[in-house]
C-alpha cells in the first residue's frame, strides 16, 4: 500500500496557496494603496489580519492531513453538535455585523460562526448519506440528511444572513445527486425551482413562461406525465411563493437590494449605486487593468467591501481582463480537480464530502462574480479564499483539507462500502 502522503493531491495545494495568494495581493491593494485615507482604523488592518488567518489556515490544513481519515469521520457528529451550539449560541449573544447577528468574540477575535458551520454541516450529511441505507433511496435516511442541512440553514436565516442559509439550502440537491439517491430528472427538477426564483427577481411574467416550457422539456425528455406534472405543480408554487415573500413580506429596501441587480440604473442613487460602481470598475480594466493600487473606483472607495464582498472588482480593474480570467481559470482547475478526485476516490463516504465541498465553492463563485457584473443580486457571498474574512478562509481550507485528507486516505473506507 502507498504511503498516504503519495497520493496526497499536491495540484490542490498548489491552487489553494495560488488563490490565497492572488487574494492577499488584491486585499494588500485595497487596504494600502490611496484607498486607505477613506477607509475605517478597522478595515486598514484587514491585510495584516488576513495575513494572520492565512497563517493558522496553514496550521490547520497541515494537522488535518496528518488526522486518520476514519477518526474525522467518527468526529462528523460531534462535529455538527457544536456547530449548532454556535448558531445557537451566535444568535443569542452573538454581535451584529454589517447587519447579521452571526459573529461571537473570544477576545479580540471574532468568528463567523455560519462559516465554521458549513463544515460540520458537509461532514454530517456526508456520514449519513454514504450508508449503504441511503444510497439505496432510504426514505428516511434522505429525510434525515435533508433536515441536517436545513436546521442550520434555518439558523443562518435567523441571523439575517440569508445568502449563506442559501449555499446550505444549495447542499440538499448536490448531495442527495452524488449519493446516487436522486435521478437527474429530478437534479433537473431542482434546478427548474431555482431558476424559477431567479426569474421572479428578474421579471415575474418571464418565471410563468419558464415553468411551462419546462414542464413540455420534461414531459419530452423523460415521457412521463407524473414527472411534468410534478415539475408545474410544484416549480409553479416555489415561484408563487417566491413571489409573495418578494413582493408582500420583505420590506421596500430589502425588495429594493434583490431587484436593483437587473436595473441598476433605476436604483443608482440606492441599492443599484453598488452594481453600478463594481460594473464600472472590471469594465475600466480593460485587458491588462491600471495597474497595482491605481484602480480609480477602489482607490476613490466607490466600491463598497472592496476587499471582502467586492474583492472580484478590484482585480478587476488594476488586473484586468487577464486578471479576472487568471481568477477565473484557477476555480475551474481546483474545481475540475476536486470533481477528479470525487471520482477516483471510488468509496462513497470521499466521494460525497468531495462533492459537498466543490458545490459549496462552485455556489460561492457563482453568487460573488455573478453580483460584480450584475448577473446576481447582491446578498453578501465572499469568494473562496481570495475575499477578506478569516472565518470564511479557515473554514474552506479546513473543507479542503479534508476533502484532500479522504481522498489520499480512501483506502480506509473499504469497510463503508
Known amino acids: 500500500m502507498r504511503p498516504w502522503y503519495k497520493n ?64 474525522i469521520v467518527k468526529l462528523a457528529p460531534v462535529a455538527y453538535v457544536i456547530c449548532l451550539g454556535l448558531l445557537a449560541a451566535a444568535l443569542a449573544f452573538g454581535r451584529e455585523v454589517n447587519g447579521a447577528k452571526s459573529w461571537l468574540y473570544i477576545g479580540p477575535v471574532g468568528l463567523q460562526v455560519a462559516e465554521i458551520a458549513k463544515v460540520g454541516t458537509v461532514l454530517a450529511v456526508t456520514a449519513l448519506l454514504s450508508r449503504k441505507e441511503a444510497r439505496r ?37 448536490v448531495m442527495m445527486f452524488w449519493s446516487g439517491a436522486v435521478s437527474l430528472p429530478w437534479m433537473a427538477l431542482a434546478a427548474s425551482a431555482a431558476a424559477a426564483v431567479y426569474l421572479v427577481i428578474v421579471n415575474p411574467a418571464w418565471a410563468a413562461i419558464f415553468v411551462v416550457a419546462a414542464t413540455v422539456g420534461m414531459l419530452l ?24 415573500g418578494l413582493f408582500r413580506v420583505l420590506e421596500p429596501h430589502q425588495i429594493d437590494r434583490l431587484v436593483a441587480f437587473d436595473d441598476p ?53 488594476e488586473f484586468g481582463f487577464l ?59 465572499p469568494l473562496p479564499f481570495i475575499s477578506y474574512g478569516g472565518s470564511a478562509l479557515l473554514a474552506n481550507t479546513a473543507m479542503l483539507a479534508i476533502a484532500l485528507n479522504l481522498h489520499a486516505k480512501r483506502d480506509e473506507f473499504a469497510v463503508y462500502s
Not at 440528511?145 to 439550502?169: C, K, R, S, Y
Not at 423523460?222 to 413571489?243: H, P, Q, Y
Not at 468509496?347 to 448577473?375: K, Y
Request: proline share 3%.
Open 323 to 381: 486578471g479576472t480570467m487568471t481568477v477565473l481559470l484557477v476555480f475551474a482547475f481546483l474545481l475540475i480537480r476536486l470533481a477528479g478526485l470525487g471520482v477516483q476516490a471510488g468509496f462513497a463516504l470521499p466521494r460525497l464530502f468531495i462533492a459537498g465541498v466543490t458545490g459549496i465553492f462552485l455556489v460561492h463563485i457563482l453568487i460573488n462574480v455573478g453580483m460584480t457584473i450584475g448577473l446576481m443580486p447582491v446578498i453578501g457571498i
Open 137 to 173: 433511496g432510504s426514505v428516511p435516511y434522505l429525510v434525515g440528511a435533508v433536515v441536517l442541512i436545513v436546521v442550520p440553514a434555518v439558523l443562518v436565516v435567523m441571523q439575517n444572513d440569508t445568502g449563506t442559509g442559501l449555499v446550505f439550502l444549495a447542499l440538499i440537491p
Open 265 to 317: 440604473e433605476a436604483f443608482r442613487y440606492g441599492a443599484g449605486f453598488h452594481v453600478i460602481q463594481a460594473k464600472a470598475a472590471i469594465g475600466s480594466g480593460g485587458l491588462l487593468g491600471k495597474g497595482f493600487t491605481e484602480g480609480t473606483q477602489t482607490q476613490l472607495a466607490y466600491i463598497p467591501e472592496n476587499s471582502t464582498d467586492f474583492i472580484f472588482c478590484v482585480i478587476g480593474e
Open 8 to 71: 496526497l493531491d499536491w495540484v490542490s495545494l498548489a491552487l489553494w496557496a495560488t488563490l490565497v495568494g492572488i487574494g492577499l495581493v488584491a486585499i494588500y491593494s485595497a487596504t494600502h494603496g490611496p484607498a486607505r485615507e477613506f477607509l475605517l482604523e478597522s478595515v486598514q488592518q484587514n491585510f495584516n489580519r488576513q495575513l494572520q488567518w492565512f497563517g493558522i489556515s496553514a496550521v490547520v490544513l497541515g494537522i488535518v492531513l496528518l488526522l486518520p481519515a476514519r477518526v
Open 221 to 244: 425528455w423523460t415521457r412521463s406525465k407524473g414527472m411534468a406534472a410534478l415539475l408545474f405543480v410544484g416549480v409553479g408554487l416555489v415561484a408563487v411563493a417566491a413571489w409573495f
